[in-house]
């Protein structure tokens, strides 16, 4: 199976600041990566798909980009509610399979 | 409205068997592959299943692989997972996802709100 290494596990941050969560894949997926948003108790939500083609409705600040087997998801000015748990998917073949996990909290 | 609704949940002792079932309304069920995914308390997603528009073909994690069955009925508009075996590990929230496009895209765009399954003695 392909393993997704997410980092960081846990990011501090405040309303307006620049974000970055990173994915690494064990080998190529190309660019068939998707990025999803969580808060607790909910149903996790599509923000980004294909590496960086971003969800209808989904705020502009919400960005991917890919190099390699590496992936990057930027929030470009940290909103009230952007504070959750995101997580990339890989989708390159089965077995599917999503990176652990980034909660980003208010500073 | 767009929405998929699971049902089935609930507790059971280790080795037991559940049926959870996933109710789609307001797309085309029968155009779209359609999985399952589930989260253990406080821990990250995990894909369980998939199983593609028509039936024919189906995808599992190795972790449920010859305990847990996908199937549906797009007469019915209903996805199902059958699990046998069932183990403390197996405990998680069991949500049903749908594909965002045809073609077995494997992302998904449309998620339930989950079912509970405990699994204890």
């Known amino acids: 199976d392909i393993q997704m290494t997410q980092s960081p596990s846990t990011l501090s941050a405040s309303v307006g600041d620049r974000v970055t969560i990173t994915c690494r894949a064990s080998q190529s997926i190309n660019r068939w990566l998707a990025w999803y948003q969580q808060k607790p108790g909910k149903a996790p939500k599509l923000l980004i798909y294909k590496a960086s083609s971003l969800e209808n409705g989904v705020p502009s600040r919400f960005s991917g980009s890919a190099s390699g087997t590496e992936f990057t998801l930027t929030v470009s000015s940290l909103q009230p509610d952007d504070f959750a748990t995101y997580y990339c998917q890989q989708y390159n073949s089965y077995s599917l399979t999503f990176g652990q996990g980034t909660k980003v909290e208010i500073k | 409205e767009v929405q998929l609704l699971e049902s089935g949940g609930g507790l059971v002792q280790p080795g037991g068997s559940l049926r959870l079932s996933c109710a789609a309304s307001?797309?085309?069920?029968?155009?779209?592959?359609m999985n399952w995914v589930r989260q253990a308390p406080g821990k990250g997603l995990e894909w369980v299943s998939a199983i593609s528009n028509g039936g024919g073909s189906t995808y599992y994690a190795d972790s449920v692989k010859g305990r847990f069955t996908i199937s549906r009925d797009n007469s019915k508009n209903t996805l199902s997972l059958q699990m046998n075996s069932l183990r403390a590990e197996d405990t998680a929230v069991y949500y049903c996802a749908k594909d965002r496009e045809m073609g077995a895209t494997k992302y998904f765009d449309l998620w339930g709100r989950g079912t509970l399954v405990i699994v204890s003695s």
């Open positions: 307001g797309f085309i069920f029968s155009s779209y592959a």
